[in-house]
Antibody, heavy 119, light 107 residues
Framework: EVQLVESGGGLVQSGGSLRLSCAAS????????MTWVRQAPGKGLEWVAN????????YYVDSVKGRFTISRDNAKNSLYLQMNSLRDEDTAVYYC????????????WGQGTLVIVSS | DIQMTQSPSSLSASVGDRVTITCRAS??????LAWFQQKPGKAPKSLIY???SLESGVPSKFSGSGSGTDFTLTITSLQPEDFATYYC?????????FGGGTKVEIK
């Protein structure tokens, strides 16, 4: 059974840093693109970042470029999101998701971890 | 960036109704579109990929159509468990973008 379990969320001051983790199990982690998607309270979904199977390619939404870094450790079956220079508008539930085998769309999602940035 | 416009933003429907949700892309995305269902407090769940392919395990009451810029998600015979918010997402080019969502509520 596929499982994605996010952790690392919490309350952080504006300008601070946080590292989110996503522990994957039930599938061959290294064979799949992975993604982070966020959802501000009461708002819609916003794509944040993608990472290729081997970590060689990474893509970001403009609003987090230079502040967030997506990474993965295939030996540990884990996905990460390092978030620096956090802003109030980064407050959201952050979901990690596994792509389909072809790498086209987020096929399976974790339950999310809440990040609250307080000024 | 490709803008994804969903309509309506919300709708009220009765059990047994058929509903159609529209998603329009600001430029052609071929069939690079997925649909997701999200219930309150839960993670999104994929329903449709490649615009019209049904995700494994998803009931056939859900169907998707379209190509290029105009897409639809249709739900037939609406049941209580279908009341949720639905999102489209294009994966044609970066940055990936979602529609604003359509909340399907009970009339």
């Amino acid at each position: 059974e596929v499982q994605l379990v996010e952790s690392g969320g919490g309350l952080v001051q504006s300008g601070g840093s946080l590292r989110l983790s996503c522990a994957a199990s039930g599938f061959t982690f290294s064979s799949y693109w992975m993604t982070w998607v966020r959802q501000a309270p009461g708002k819609g979904l916003e794509w944040v970042a993608n990472i290729k199977r081997d970590g060689s390619d990474k893509y970001y939404v403009d609003s987090v470029k230079g502040r967030f870094t997506i990474s993965r450790d295939n030996a540990k079956n884990s996905l990460y999101l390092q978030m620096n220079s956090l802003r109030d508008e980064d407050t959201a539930v952050y979901y990690c998701a596994k792509y389909d085998s072809a790498g086209y769309y987020p096929h399976y999602w974790g339950q999310g971890t809440l990040v609250i940035v307080s000024s | 960036d490709i803008q994804m416009t969903q309509s309506p933003s919300s709708l009220s429907a009765s059990v047994g109704d058929r509903v159609t949700i529209t998603c329009r892309a600001s430029q052609g995305i071929r069939n690079n579109l997925a649909w997701f269902q999200q219930k309150p407090g839960k993670a999104p769940k994929s329903l449709i990929y490649a615009a019209s392919s049904l995700e494994s395990g998803v009931p056939s009451k859900f169907s998707g159509s379209g190509s290029g810029t105009d897409f639809t998600l249709t739900i037939t015979s609406l049941q209580p468990e279908d009341f949720a918010t639905y999102y489209c997402q294009q994966h044609h080019s970066y940055p990936l973008t979602f529609g604003g969502g359509t909340k399907v509520e009970i009339k």
